[in-house]
């Protein structure tokens, strides 16, 4: 109370250059704000909407549907594949969450708590005397602007930590706020080893920034404490690296991966050869300059459309001229970022593929290298002018940066709303017949068919694209002969054959595709390699009249739904022996 009694007589004692502070602050706020609105209408359903979720949920999310009641798909050999892959705090928050709001709206909460951690690394610079309002409002517009970020964060997949975790690591070097970098590299290493991987890069070689200045004993006090870290992280991450990780075997060597299909152009993978680096690299930075989504001001919009090239390669000329001409303080921790990611990616494919997917690294790290030269170039700007003219004008120019980019760029709302694609409404009769089914049901159906039932129906499946992941030796083994005896029992030509690999896997019910069993049979069967060279080898000489499944007996159908059958194994097995 007595705090607001004297705002008044505060208010009253400002003098000129504080009102222009203040101005400067509420222009820059009106701003910002007024995007964000534009920026949250936009992408409103897939914030809040649990029925819209991206497709990579049917590979990381499904197997969290064990902690509702009655823990569904925790005896699931696939879910329990797919669960090898995430980190244990990953883990917790869906433990925490999925028993209150179930799995569909828990990745709602769990991206929140992403988006949450980009707005908090800007909260530190808003509060760092180092950077301020400008810096601290900018940084958050850049980061949630941005598509590339919107895509990994969101839907709450473990990938969605890569962006938060290199952003908190750049406001604490930004901010000079060392627990917090260190902070970030510890939160990675309990959820997403990649990020971990590319913030101890970054915070190795901003260890050694200035490297003849500092003297012998800063420079060993930094080493000491970056070692220290690096042994912290690595203590965290064991146990779901070197335990989670036992049953499904060791990755795939390049020798190895280069003779498995799966890994090739035509494969599930698609990540060999490896790309030109310059060029993907120059991709992901320039990246940061592309159009995103619908602008208030469609005439500036439509210049940038026109001249989007020369725009965006003037606009990354100016953020590196700019600390060389002294009118902004040297990037060093953007030039860090950048040093870590090619650092990571020369490693991801000199060791592939002991660091997962070497594009992790240049996608996340490069997109990161390009948001924060323009957050430094215009929320650090002028270092040497004093500060009552200094954070107006920084205010005004971060104003000014985020009208100018919402207005030629876009809001950052993309259409199809970021990858979320899956929609339970689409198919919604099905999920619910589904899901009256007992929890120990498993489909055998063709792989490109029913990836979604796991995810919408929490009942097991045979596997599908999502889940047939190559990357681990043993596992990827124990999916192609899963696959391969799908494949099998879809085109066979003996009913006998149909109800033996359905007991070998314990199938209750089959979801038949009649789409699948036309004169084409042959090519809707193809996928990806090298199931596409299987179904082919398989159907060689196979006259579609002798397909047992084309025909399927009704009083084995259970349910109809458009093109698809779900057949009970029990029925059809009594319809067949009758």
């Known amino acids: 109370m007595a705090r607001a009694r004297r705002l008044p007589e505060q208010v009253r004692s400002l003098g000129?250059?504080?009102?222009?502070?203040?101005?400067?602050?509420?222009?820059?706020?009106g701003v910002a704000m007024a995007w964000f609105r534009s920026w949250y209408g936009g992408n409103e359903p897939i914030l809040e909407d649990p029925f819209l979720q991206p497709d990579d949920a049917r590979t990381a999310i499904f197997p969290f549907h064990r902690y509702s009641a009655g823990a569904p798909l925790a005896d699931d050999p696939i879910a329990n594949e797919m669960l090898e892959y995430q980190p244990y705090a990953y883990r917790l928050l869906f433990r925490v969450t999925v028993p209150f709001v179930g799995l569909l709206m828990a990745t709602k909460y769990v991206q929140a708590l992403l988006i949450l951690i980009v707005v908090a690394a800007g909260v530190i610079l808003i509060q760092s005397r180092r950077a301020g309002l400008a810096a601290g409002v900018l940084f958050i517009f850049a980061f949630l602007h941005d598509t590339a970020v919107q895509d990994r964060i969101c839907g709450g997949l473990p990938r969605g930590f890569g962006f938060p975790l290199l952003a908190l690591w750049f406001a604490g070097a930004v901010g000079g706020r060392p627990w917090v970098r260190r902070g970030a590299a510890l939160l990675g290493a309990l959820t997403y080893p990649s990020g971990l991987a590319l913030v101890l890069g970054a915070e190795g070689?901003?260890?050694?920034?200035?490297?003849?200045?500092?003297?012998?004993?800063?420079?060993?006090?930094?080493?000491?404490?970056?070692?220290?870290?690096?042994?912290?992280?690595?203590?965290?991450?064991?146990?779901?690296?070197?335990?989670?990780?036992?049953?499904?075997?060791?990755?795939?060597?390049?020798?190895?991966?280069?003779?498995?299909?799966?890994?090739?152009?035509?494969?599930?993978?698609?990540?060999?050869?490896?790309?030109?680096?310059?060029?993907?690299?120059?991709?992901?930075?320039?990246?940061?300059?592309?159009?995103?989504?619908?602008?208030?001001?469609?005439?500036?919009?439509?210049?940038?459309?026109?001249?989007?090239?020369?725009?965006?390669?003037?606009a990354a000329a100016l953020l590196v001229a700019l600390p060389l001409l002294r009118v902004t303080p040297l990037p060093?921790?953007?030039?860090?970022?950048?040093?870590?990611?090619?650092?990571?990616?020369?490693?991801?494919?000199?060791?592939?593929?002991?660091?997962?997917?070497?594009?992790?690294?240049?996608?996340?790290?490069?997109?990161?290298?390009?948001?924060?030269?323009?957050?430094?170039?215009?929320?650090?700007?002028?270092?040497?002018?004093?500060?009552k003219f200094r954070q107006p004008l920084r205010n005004l120019l971060a104003a000014l940066t985020i009208f100018l980019v919402w207005a030629g760029l876009g809001n950052g709302v993309r259409i199809p709303q970021m990858g979320h694609d899956i929609d339970y409404r689409r198919d919604q009769p099905l999920w619910e017949f589904i899901q009256t089914l007992p929890l120990d049901t498993r489909f055998?159906?063709?792989?490109?068919?029913?990836?979604?039932?796991?995810?919408?129906?929490?009942?097991?499946?045979?596997?599908?694209?999502?889940?047939?992941?190559?990357?681990?030796?043993?596992?990827?083994?124990?999916?192609?002969?899963?696959t391969h005896d799908t494949f099998r029992a879809m085109y066979a030509e003996d009913r006998e054959e149909v109800l033996a690999l359905a007991k070998k896997y314990s199938v209750t019910h089959l979801l038949v595709n009649k789409s699948r069993y036309g004169e084409d049979f042959v090519a809707k069967a193809r996928t990806f390699e090298p199931f596409t060279a299987f179904s082919r080898e398989l159907l060689e000489g196979v006259r579609r009249e002798d397909l047992v499944l084309r025909v399927v007996p009704e009083e084995a159908v259970v349910f109809r739904y458009r093109g698809y059958l779900i057949v009970s194994v029990a029925l059809l097995e009594k319809a067949w022996q009758g």
């Open 444 to 482: 055998l159906c063709h792989i490109g068919d029913c990836d979604s039932i796991p995810l919408f129906t929490a009942r097991a499946n045979m596997g599908g694209f999502e889940t047939l992941q190559p990357w681990l030796t043993e596992s990827w083994a124990r999916q192609k002969e899963r």
């Open 16 to 29: 000129p250059y504080e009102w222009v502070n203040v101005a400067s602050a509420v222009v820059l706020l």
């Open 332 to 387: 060093l921790p953007a030039t860090a970022c950048l040093i870590s990611s090619l650092a990571l990616y020369a490693i991801a494919r000199g060791f592939a593929f002991r660091l997962y997917s070497p594009e992790r690294y240049y996608m996340i790290g490069m997109r990161t290298v390009a948001l924060g030269l323009i957050v430094a170039g215009v929320g650090l700007a002028a270092p040497r002018l004093s500060e």
């Open 205 to 314: 070689a901003y260890a050694v920034r200035g490297l003849t200045r500092p003297g012998v004993a800063t420079l060993l006090r930094r080493l000491k404490h970056y070692g220290l870290l690096v042994v912290a992280c690595i203590a965290l991450l064991a146990p779901a690296v070197f335990i989670g990780m036992s049953n499904g075997g060791p990755i795939h060597t390049l020798e190895q991966a280069e003779q498995e299909p799966a890994f090739g152009k035509t494969g599930r993978l698609r990540i060999l050869p490896f790309p030109d680096p310059a060029e993907e690299f120059g991709k992901a930075f320039m990246g940061a300059f592309d159009v995103k989504g619908p602008s208030p001001w469609r005439a500036a919009q439509k210049f940038v459309e026109t001249h989007q090239a020369e725009l965006a390669i003037a």
